[in-house]
T-cell receptor, first 115, second 113 residues
Framework: GENVEQHPSTLSVQEGDSAVIKCTYS??????FPWYKQELGKRPQLIID?????GEKKDQRIAVTLNKTAKHFSLHITETQPEDSAVYFC??????????????FGKGTHLIIQP | SAVISQKPSRDICQRGTSLTIQCQVD?????MFWYRQQPGQSLTLIAT?????????ESGFVIDKFPISRPNLTFSTLTVSNMSPEDSSIYLC??????????FGPGTRLTVT
């Protein structure tokens, strides 16, 4: 089955700086790569996603890049703000639209924004 | 995105008993999923629930322990059977959106004593 590795496990950055979280996946059949933000005691919230036919996607201060050949994808957050502090999870799935679309998650990155 | 609710939000149960968790969506969805998130850990897929067919379980999860029902396009239940302290976790349902995205319910925090 799919295996998703995520690094780093903890990331501390100064407010206003950029943060980058990296993930690798093992199954070349995976086609869909979402990122979730989870605040303490809350449900995971989808913040951005990318499909394998796209190399980069951006939404305001958040961007995701995908290198399908190398089987890795990254989350980039620019101009970090205190409200960006949370645990971020990457995930992968087949993206077929069918029953194989369950997500395999990375172990998570605790992002700390230092004021 | 759909509005997803779960009941109960939390429960404390004794070992050997069973708990049924409900997941309700405010619109019809084809695919629903059940995940487990142990304290301080990541999410692990338990099973995929497609309306009108048997749930598909991931490796390490079996129907006798985690029976799932999916009677219609807006509702699903997950039962945690014969519970032990190792089952203490947050159980989350998710629904697939318009394409491949998944949205999560608020979760059910289960403590087994």
């Amino acid at each position: 089955g799919e295996n998703v590795e995520q690094h780093p496990s903890t990331l501390s950055v100064q407010e206003g700086d950029s943060a980058v979280i990296k993930c690798t996946y093992s199954d070349s059949a995976s086609n869909y790569f979402p990122w979730y933000k989870q605040e303490l005691g809350k449900r995971p919230q989808l913040i951005i996603d990318i499909r394998s036919n796209v190399g980069e996607k951006k939404d305001q201060r958040i961007a995701v890049t995908l290198n399908k050949t190398a089987k890795h994808f990254s989350l980039h957050i620019t101009e970090t703000q205190p409200e960006d502090s949370a645990v971020y999870f990457c995930a992968a799935s087949m993206g077929t639209g069918g029953g194989a679309d369950g997500l395999t998650f990375g172990k998570g990155t605790h992002l700390i924004i230092q004021p | 995105s759909a509005v997803i609710s779960q009941k109960p939000s939390r429960d404390i149960c004794q070992r050997g008993t069973s708990l049924t968790i409900q997941c309700q969506v405010d619109s019809q969805v084809t695919m629903m999923f059940w995940y487990r998130q142990q304290p301080g850990q990541s999410l692990t897929l338990i099973a995929t629930a497609n309306q009108g067919s048997e749930a598909t379980y991931e490796s390490g999860f079996v129907i006798d322990k985690f029976p799932i029902s999916r009677p219609n396009l807006t509702f699903s239940t997950l039962t945690v059977s014969n519970m032990s302290p190792e089952d203490s976790s947050i159980y989350l349902c998710s629904v697939r959106g318009r394409i491949y995205e998944q949205y999560f319910g608020p979760g059910t925090r289960l403590t087994v004593t």
